[in-house]
């Protein structure tokens, strides 16, 4: 997606987070190629960014609440500090994301790939991590933690 698009869809789309949907247009970022952006401290609030290409983008301190990341490429993108609560990440590509200090409550993480990610303890907090895929050094937290215990024997654990 060009610069200028994207300036104009998230320009509409902070007004229609501004007015709670009255005025503006929601932001629909579906199967977008945003590779490689620098999305930082930028609000997507419930956007559609269903299916879409962020591997390698900077999304620190983005507001990502509600947003709609089913199957999204999230591959080595930076979400230090993002704002994913209530954020649906099914079978989203997370390999090697950085997520350490993400706010991940209630966050879908149903069979997301979450292999060599960082993430800090705040993964406690996610709705649903059922066959997820993760890294062995999340293991020992996973099993200690009765909220995602049961969804142990469902999780593909890489090296």
């Not at 977008?32 to 999304?59: F, I, K, P, V, W």
């Not at 950085?98 to 149903?110: G, H, K, P, R, W």
């Not at 979450?114 to 406690?124: D, H, I, P, Q, S």
């Amino acid at each position: 997606m060009d610069t200028e698009k994207l300036k104009e869809v998230l320009a509409l789309h902070q007004v229609w987070v501004d007015s709670d949907g009255t005025k503006g247009k929601r932001a629909n970022l579906r199967f977008a190629d945003l590779s490689r952006a620098n999305l930082s401290s930028t609000n997507l609030r419930g956007a559609d960014l269903c299916e879409a290409n962020l591997s390698g983008a900077d999304l620190r301190r983005a507001d990502l609440r509600r947003a709609d990341l089913r199957r999204a490429d999230l591959t080595k993108a930076n979400l230090g500090h993002a704002d994913l609560r209530g954020a649906d990440l099914w079978e989203a590509d997370l390999y090697g994301a950085y997520l350490t200090d993400a706010y991940l409550t209630d966050a879908n993480l149903t069979k997301a790939d979450l292999t060599g990610a960082k993430v800090t303890l705040e993964l406690r907090e996610v709705r649903a991590l059922y066959k997820s895929a993760v890294s062995k050094e999340h293991l020992p937290w996973i099993m200690l933690n009765p909220h995602h215990s049961n969804w142990f024997e469902s999780l593909e654990v890489s090296a």
